[in-house]
C-alpha cells in the first residue's frame, strides 16, 4: 500500500467519530424500542389471577408468585405454572422479535427465523429447524 | 472435514433437545426438570408442599426453577464445548 492510499490520521479519527456516532444511534434506538414494548419485563397472569410469572430482561424465571387461593387446587399448580411459564416465554420471544424487526428488519426476515421456534396452535415448534 | 462440523452441529443440536436438569428444594417439597434456556418441563409438588404459604412456596418453587434452568445451561454449554473440542482436536491432527 502506498502513502497515498493510506489513510490519514484525520481521515481515521473521522471514521471512528462516524462509527461511534452509529453505536450511539443504535444503542438509542434499542432503549427507546425496548421501553415502547416493555420487553424489560414480561409478566403473564393466569386466567383465574391465581398465579402470576414474571421474567428478567433475559428471559428468564424471576419471580413465580402463587395467590393464597391457588393452594386449593392442589394437584394443577406444578402444570399450570409449567404452562404460565410457556406462555411467558412465548411473550418474551414475540416483543423481542418485534424488537429485532424494527432495529434489523431490513436485514434478516426475523419472521422466517420466529417461525421455526415459536409453537404453532400450542402444539411445539412451528417447524424443526433444518 | 466440514463434512465433520456438520455431524457435530447437528449432535449439538441433538443435546439442546435432549439436556435435562433437576433441581429439588431443601425440604423435598418442589422438584423442577428443566431444559436448556429456561425451558422449565415439569413442575412437581410433593404433599408437604400444601403445608406453606403461597407466597412461601412460589419462592421455593422460583429458587428450584434456577437452580434447574442455570444446570441445564451449563450442562449444555459443557457438553457442546467438549464436542467442539474435539473436532478442533481432529483439525490439529490432521494439519500435523
Avoid: C, W
Avoid at chain 1, 36 to 60: I, P, Q, T
Wanted: no cysteine.
Amino acid at each position: 500500500m502506498s502513502d497515498q492510499q493510506r489513510p490519514t490520521p484525520d481521515q481515521i479519527m473521522a471514521e471512528f467519530e462516524r462509527m461511534r456516532s452509529e453505536a450511539e444511534a443504535t444503542l438509542q434506538r434499542y432503549e427507546q424500542v425496548s421501553a415502547e414494548l416493555g420487553a424489560d419485563a414480561v409478566e403473564v397472569v393466569s386466567e383465574d389471577g391465581l398465579l402470576s410469572v414474571r421474567l428478567d430482561a433475559n428471559g428468564k424465571v424471576d419471580a413465580i408468585v402463587i395467590n393464597e387461593g391457588a393452594m386449593r387446587h392442589r394437584q394443577s399448580i406444578g402444570p399450570a405454572t409449567v404452562a404460565l411459564i410457556r406462555r411467558a416465554r412465548d411473550l418474551y420471544a414475540l416483543k423481542t422479535a418485534e424488537m429485532a424487526r424494527r432495529l434489523v428488519g431490513d436485514k434478516i426476515d426475523v419472521d422466517a427465523v420466529l417461525a421455526q421456534y415459536l409453537p404453532k396452535d400450542g402444539q411445539g415448534p412451528g417447524r424443526t429447524p433444518r | 472435514m466440514y463434512g465433520d462440523i456438520h455431524s457435530k452441529l447437528a449432535e449439538a443440536q441433538r443435546l439442546a433437545a435432549e439436556t435435562e436438569a433437576e433441581a429439588v428444594s431443601e425440604d423435598g417439597a418442589v422438584r423442577v426438570v428443566a431444559g436448556p434456556g429456561g425451558d422449565v418441563r415439569i413442575i412437581d409438588l410433593r404433599m408437604n408442599a400444601f403445608e406453606l404459604s403461597g407466597f412461601e412456596l412460589g419462592e421455593i418453587t422460583t429458587a428450584a426453577v434456577k437452580a434447574a434452568t442455570d444446570e441445564a445451561d451449563r450442562e449444555l454449554s459443557e457438553a457442546i464445548r467438549r464436542t467442539l473440542a474435539d473436532v478442533f482436536a481432529a483439525e490439529r491432527e490432521e494439519r500435523q
